[in-house]
C-alpha cells in the first residue's frame, strides 16, 4: 500500500498560479503510474492529469490543456500539478492516485482506474 499526501492548495486570484505536490511513502514510487483529479461542490470527481512511471507519457483533460503541467520526480517520491492562468471554474478539492503500472507505460484517466487516493488539497479561485 502506498500512502499520497498532496499539499500547495490554496486561495488565488484568477489569472494567477498554483503549484500542487504530491508526496508518496510506503512503496516503490517508480512502478506507479499517477494521476490528478478533482472534485468541485455538487459535481462528481474528474480527471485532470496523468502521467506514467517514468514521465514519458502525458495526458492532459481539454479544460486543463495548455495551462497545468503534471510531472514527477522519481527521486523523490513526488509527482506536481503545475497550474496557471487559473480560472474561477477550476475552484475545486484535488487529489492525487495512483496505480501500480509495472513499467508497462500505461496511462490511466478514470477514477475507477486508480486504488490509492490522497486526502485532497483545496484549490479556489476568486474572479
Known amino acids: 500500500q502506498v500512502q499520497l499526501v498532496e499539499s500547495g492548495g490554496g486561495l488565488v486570484q484568477a489569472g494567477g498560479s498554483l503549484r500542487l505536490s504530491c508526496a508518496a511513502s510506503?512503496?516503490?514510487?517508480?512502478?506507479?503510474?499517477m494521476g490528478w483529479f478533482r472534485q468541485a461542490p455538487g459535481k462528481e470527481r474528474e480527471f485532470v492529469a496523468a502521467?506514467?512511471?517514468?514521465?514519458?507519457?502525458?495526458y492532459y483533460a481539454d479544460s486543463v490543456k495548455g495551462r497545468f503541467t503534471i510531472s514527477r520526480d522519481n527521486a523523490k517520491n513526488t509527482v506536481f500539478l503545475q497550474m496557471s492562468s487559473l480560472k474561477p471554474e477550476d475552484t475545486a478539492v484535488y487529489y492525487c492516485?495512483?496505480?501500480?503500472?509495472?513499467?508497462?507505460?500505461?496511462?490511466?484517466?478514470?477514477?475507477?482506474?486508480?486504488?490509492?487516493w490522497g486526502q485532497g488539497t483545496q484549490v479556489t479561485v476568486s474572479s
Open positions: 510506503g512503496r516503490t514510487f517508480t512502478t506507479y503510474a
Open positions: 502521467i506514467s512511471w517514468s514521465g514519458a507519457r502525458i
Open positions: 492516485a495512483c496505480r501500480e503500472e509495472y513499467y508497462s507505460g500505461a496511462l490511466y484517466v478514470k477514477v475507477r482506474d486508480y486504488d490509492n
